[in-house]
C-alpha cells in the first residue's frame, strides 16, 4: 500500500514541473506572497501565434537548426561509423570521439570560436549549425559504433555473395537493417541540438535567438511568464517523441541496437 | 584490372572517410588549443604584448581555477551519489512497476527536460520568492521572505545539486531497471539464496556490485557531465565559488579584456584535465571500447 501511495506520489511530482510551467506561461502579475499568478489567460499564448512575436520565430529558429544538425549528423555519421567500427584503429577512433563528446559544448565553443570569428561564421545560422555538428558528429559516431556488428557484416557480405552490387546491398540491405540506429541517432541529436544554449549563445553572439537563448533573455529581462512560455515550447518536441516512442529519448554508451 | 581499380577507389573512399572523421572530431579541439595556447602566452591578442607566463602563472598558482575545478567535482560527486542512492532505491523496490504500467513512461518525462527549463523550474519553485516560500507564508509557517532558506544562488551549490539530481535519476532508474533484467540478476540472486545468502547479503554481494560494476564507466562519464555543465550552474549558482565553465565563460566574455588570456589558459588546462581523465578510463576499462566487432 505505502508502495503504490510511493509511486502514486513520485509520478505526481514528476508531472508537476510541466503543470507549474503551464500555470506560470497563463500568468501575468505574480506579486509576492500570491500562491498562483494575478491574471491567468491565454494572452501570452495568442501572442506567440503572431508571425512577429521574437518566441515564434524563436521556435523555427530552434527547429530549422536543430532538424539540419540531426540530418547531417544522422547521414554523415552513418556512412563514416561503418569504417570507424570495422577499422583497425576501431578503439583509438572510438577514444579521440569521446574528446568532444565529454568536453562541455560551451567550452568547445570557446576553444573554436576564433576560428568562426575569421571566416565570419559567428552570429550566423550556418555558423551555429556548424559548430553544433562538430558537437554532434563524435556523439553519433558512438551511438552508431555499437550496431556494426559481425552479425551485420555477415549479412552483408551474403549480399555481396549472391551478386548484389554495392548500392543494392546499401539500399535493400543495410537501409531497412538499420532504421531503428538511425531513428535513435536522429532524435538524440535533435534533442541536443535542440536543448543547446551555452555554445549557439557563444558562436550565435546572441544574433541568432534560438529557444534556450530566448529563455535565459526573458529571465535576465525578468519576464518570467514569457521564459515559461519559451520552457513549454522547448518541452514540446521530447514529450511528442516521448508519446511516439520512449525509447528514442534515451541512450545510454554502449547500446546494443539490434538491426 | 577491373576488379584492382575497384578496389583501389574502395580503399580510397575508406581513408578519405577515416581521414574526414579525424579531421572533424581533432582539428576543432586541436587547432582550438593552438590558438589558446598562443593567446594564453601573450602571442596573439589584441593586449598582448610578447611571450609571457604571467597568465598561466596566474592561473596556476592562484585560486580561482582550483576553486572553480574543486567546486565543480563536489557538486558532481554529491549529485551522481545521490542520484545513485535514489536511482537503486527506485529501481530494485518498483522492479514491476518500472516494466508496465504508468510509471515505466512517467519515469522517461524528466529526460524530456533540458537543464535550462529544469534550472529556471527549480528557480521558481526554491527561491526566496518562489513557489514553496509563498506555499510556507500562505500556511502561516513564515512570516516573511527572508526565513525561506537560501536554495539558490547559495555557496554550497544546493539549488544546482537538486537541479542535477532530479535531472539524473530518471535515467539511472532506467539504465539500472534495463539492467537488472539483461543481466538476468533474479537468476543470480536465486542461486545465492539456494546457498543461504540473507536478503542483505543479496542486495550487498549480488545486485549492487552487478550493478555498479557494468554501470562504472557511465557513472564516471556522468561525473564529467555535471562537472561541465553550464546552464544549470549559470542560473542557479552565485559568483563565487563557481562552476567551472561558468567560471571560464565570464573570463572569456568580460568587459576587461586582461582577463582572456587566463580564460584560454584555463580552458586549456580544463581540457587537458578531461583528456586525461579519458585516458585513465580507457586503459583501466578497455572492455567499455570493445564491441563484438573487434572481441
Same mark, same amino acid.
Given at each position: 500500500?505505502?508502495?503504490?501511495?510511493?509511486?502514486?506520489?513520485? &509520478?505526481?511530482?514528476?508531472? *508537476?514541473?510541466?503543470?507549474? %510551467?503551464?500555470?506560470?506561461? =497563463? #500568468?501575468?502579475?505574480? !506579486?509576492?506572497?500570491?500562491?498562483?499568478?494575478?491574471?491567468?489567460?491565454?494572452?501570452?499564448?495568442?501572442?506567440?501565434?503572431?508571425?512577429?512575436?521574437?518566441?515564434?520565430?524563436?521556435?523555427?529558429?530552434?527547429?530549422?537548426?536543430?532538424?539540419?544538425?540531426?540530418?547531417?549528423?544522422?547521414?554523415?555519421?552513418?556512412?563514416?561509423?561503418?569504417?570507424?567500427?570495422?577499422?583497425?584503429?576501431?578503439?583509438?577512433?572510438?577514444?579521440?570521439?569521446?574528446?568532444?563528446?565529454?568536453?562541455?559544448?560551451?567550452?568547445?565553443?570557446? &576553444?573554436?570560436?576564433?576560428? *568562426?570569428?575569421?571566416?565570419? %561564421?559567428?552570429?550566423?545560422? =550556418? #555558423?551555429?549549425?556548424? !559548430?553544433?555538428?562538430?558537437?554532434?558528429?563524435?556523439?553519433?559516431?558512438?551511438?552508431?559504433?555499437?550496431?556494426?556488428?559481425?552479425?551485420?557484416?555477415?549479412?552483408?557480405?551474403?549480399?555481396?555473395?549472391?551478386?548484389?552490387?554495392?548500392?543494392?546491398?546499401?539500399?535493400?540491405?543495410?537501409?531497412?537493417?538499420?532504421?531503428?540506429?538511425?531513428?535513435?541517432?536522429?532524435?538524440?541529436?535533435?534533442?541536443?541540438?535542440?536543448?543547446?544554449?551555452?555554445?549557439?549563445?557563444?558562436?550565435?553572439?546572441?544574433?541568432?535567438?534560438?529557444?534556450?537563448?530566448?529563455? *535565459?533573455?526573458?529571465?535576465?529581462?525578468?519576464?518570467?511568464?514569457?521564459?515559461?512560455?519559451?520552457?513549454?515550447?522547448?518541452?514540446?518536441?521530447?514529450?511528442?517523441?516521448?508519446?511516439?516512442?520512449?525509447?528514442?529519448?534515451?541512450?545510454?554508451?554502449?547500446?546494443?541496437?539490434?538491426? | 584490372?577491373?576488379?584492382?581499380?575497384?578496389?583501389?577507389?574502395?580503399?580510397?573512399?575508406?581513408?578519405?572517410?577515416?581521414?574526414?572523421?579525424?579531421?572533424?572530431?581533432?582539428?576543432?579541439?586541436?587547432?582550438?588549443?593552438?590558438?589558446?595556447?598562443?593567446?594564453?602566452?601573450?602571442?596573439?591578442?589584441?593586449?598582448?604584448?610578447?611571450?609571457?607566463?604571467?597568465?598561466?602563472?596566474?592561473?596556476?598558482?592562484?585560486?580561482?581555477?582550483?576553486?572553480?575545478?574543486?567546486?565543480?567535482?563536489?557538486?558532481?560527486?554529491?549529485?551522481?551519489?545521490?542520484?545513485?542512492?535514489?536511482?537503486?532505491?527506485?529501481?530494485?523496490?518498483?522492479?514491476?512497476?518500472?516494466?508496465?504500467?504508468?510509471?515505466?513512461?512517467?519515469?522517461?518525462?524528466?529526460?524530456?527536460?533540458?537543464?535550462?527549463?529544469?534550472?529556471?523550474?527549480?528557480?521558481?519553485?526554491?527561491?526566496?520568492?518562489?513557489?514553496?516560500?509563498?506555499?510556507?507564508?500562505?500556511?502561516?509557517?513564515?512570516?516573511?521572505?527572508?526565513?525561506?532558506?537560501?536554495?539558490?544562488?547559495?555557496?554550497?551549490?544546493?539549488?544546482?545539486?537538486?537541479?542535477?539530481?532530479?535531472?539524473?535519476?530518471?535515467?539511472?532508474?532506467?539504465?539500472?531497471?534495463?539492467?537488472?533484467?539483461?543481466?538476468?540478476?533474479?537468476?543470480?540472486?536465486?542461486?545465492?539464496?539456494?546457498?543461504?545468502?540473507?536478503?542483505?547479503?543479496?542486495?550487498?554481494?549480488?545486485?549492487?556490485?552487478?550493478?555498479?560494476?557494468?554501470?562504472?564507466?557511465?557513472?564516471?562519464?556522468?561525473?564529467?557531465?555535471?562537472?561541465?555543465?553550464?546552464?544549470?550552474?549559470?542560473?542557479?549558482?552565485?559568483?563565487?565559488?563557481?562552476?567551472?565553465?561558468?567560471?571560464?565563460?565570464?573570463?572569456?566574455?568580460?568587459?576587461?579584456?586582461?582577463?582572456?588570456?587566463?580564460?584560454?589558459?584555463?580552458?586549456?588546462?580544463?581540457?587537458?584535465?578531461?583528456?586525461?581523465?579519458?585516458?585513465?578510463?580507457?586503459?583501466?576499462?578497455?572492455?567499455?571500447?570493445?564491441?563484438?566487432?573487434?572481441?
Amino acid at each position: 500500500m505505502i508502495k503504490k501511495l510511493l509511486q502514486y506520489g513520485f &509520478i505526481v511530482s514528476i508531472g *508537476f514541473p510541466v503543470a507549474f %510551467l503551464l500555470m506560470l506561461s =497563463l #500568468g501575468r502579475r505574480w !506579486a509576492y506572497p500570491n500562491v498562483l499568478p494575478e491574471q491567468m489567460n491565454f494572452a501570452n499564448w495568442e501572442f506567440l501565434q503572431r508571425s512577429d512575436s521574437k518566441l515564434f520565430q524563436a521556435f523555427f529558429v530552434s527547429l530549422g537548426i536543430s532538424l539540419c544538425v540531426a540530418i547531417f549528423t544522422t547521414s554523415i555519421g552513418f556512412l563514416i561509423s561503418k569504417l570507424i567500427a570495422y577499422s583497425k584503429n576501431r578503439n583509438f577512433y572510438l577514444v579521440l570521439a569521446y574528446i568532444p563528446y565529454l568536453l562541455s559544448p560551451v567550452i568547445m565553443a570557446v &576553444i573554436f570560436q576564433y576560428y *568562426f570569428i575569421i571566416t565570419g %561564421l559567428t552570429g550566423t545560422f =550556418l #555558423g551555429v549549425i556548424i !559548430a553544433q555538428f562538430l558537437v554532434a558528429f563524435p556523439f553519433g559516431i558512438i551511438i552508431y559504433i555499437n550496431f556494426w556488428n559481425p552479425q551485420l557484416k555477415s549479412i552483408e557480405e551474403l549480399s555481396y555473395t549472391l551478386g548484389g552490387s554495392r548500392w543494392q546491398t546499401f539500399k535493400k540491405v543495410l537501409l531497412p537493417l538499420s532504421k531503428n540506429a538511425i531513428m535513435l541517432c536522429f532524435f538524440q541529436v535533435f534533442l541536443i541540438s535542440w536543448f543547446e544554449y551555452g555554445l549557439t549563445n557563444l558562436i550565435g553572439s546572441g544574433k541568432v535567438r534560438t529557444l534556450t537563448v530566448s529563455v *535565459f533573455n526573458f529571465v535576465t529581462e525578468a519576464n518570467i511568464f514569457y521564459a515559461a512560455l519559451s520552457c513549454c515550447l522547448l518541452i514540446l518536441p521530447p514529450m511528442l517523441l516521448l508519446y511516439i516512442n520512449k525509447r528514442l529519448i534515451f541512450f545510454v554508451e554502449k547500446t546494443k541496437i539490434e538491426p | 584490372m577491373a576488379r584492382k581499380l575497384n578496389l583501389k577507389k574502395h580503399l580510397n573512399s575508406k581513408t578519405l572517410g577515416q581521414l574526414f572523421f579525424i579531421a572533424v572530431v581533432t582539428l576543432p579541439v586541436l587547432s582550438g588549443l593552438v590558438y589558446a595556447t598562443l593567446y594564453s602566452l601573450g602571442f596573439v591578442g589584441v593586449l598582448n604584448k610578447g611571450f609571457t607566463t604571467e597568465n598561466w602563472e596566474a592561473i596556476f598558482f592562484g585560486s580561482p581555477f582550483w576553486t572553480s575545478i574543486l567546486f565543480s567535482f563536489y557538486v558532481a560527486v554529491t549529485s551522481i551519489v545521490l542520484s545513485l542512492v535514489f536511482s537503486l532505491s527506485m529501481a530494485l523496490s518498483w522492479k514491476k512497476a518500472l516494466q508496465k504500467g504508468a510509471l515505466s513512461t512517467a519515469m522517461y518525462l524528466p529526460l524530456c527536460f533540458p537543464g535550462t527549463v529544469m534550472a529556471f523550474f527549480m528557480f521558481q519553485l526554491l527561491s526566496k520568492s518562489g513557489f514553496l516560500s509563498r506555499l510556507g507564508f500562505t500556511a502561516g509557517i513564515l512570516s516573511e521572505l527572508n526565513q525561506f532558506p537560501a536554495l539558490i544562488n547559495d555557496a554550497y551549490g544546493i539549488g544546482i545539486i537538486i537541479t542535477s539530481v532530479v535531472l539524473i535519476t530518471p535515467f539511472f532508474v532506467i539504465l539500472f531497471s534495463n539492467m537488472y533484467r539483461s543481466e538476468n540478476i533474479a537468476n543470480y540472486k536465486q542461486l545465492a539464496s539456494t546457498f543461504g545468502a540473507t536478503k542483505l547479503q543479496l542486495l550487498t554481494k549480488v545486485t549492487l556490485p552487478i550493478l555498479l560494476k557494468k554501470s562504472s564507466v557511465t557513472i564516471y562519464l556522468f561525473v564529467i557531465f555535471v562537472m561541465g555543465s553550464y546552464e544549470i550552474p549559470l542560473l542557479l549558482g552565485r559568483q563565487s565559488p563557481q562552476m567551472i565553465s561558468v567560471a571560464i565563460l565570464q573570463k572569456i566574455q568580460r568587459f576587461n579584456l586582461y582577463d582572456i588570456p587566463k580564460g584560454f589558459a584555463m580552458s586549456i588546462l580544463y581540457v587537458l584535465i578531461i583528456i586525461s581523465v579519458l585516458l585513465l578510463l580507457y586503459f583501466r576499462n578497455r572492455d567499455f571500447f570493445k564491441t563484438e566487432t573487434n572481441a
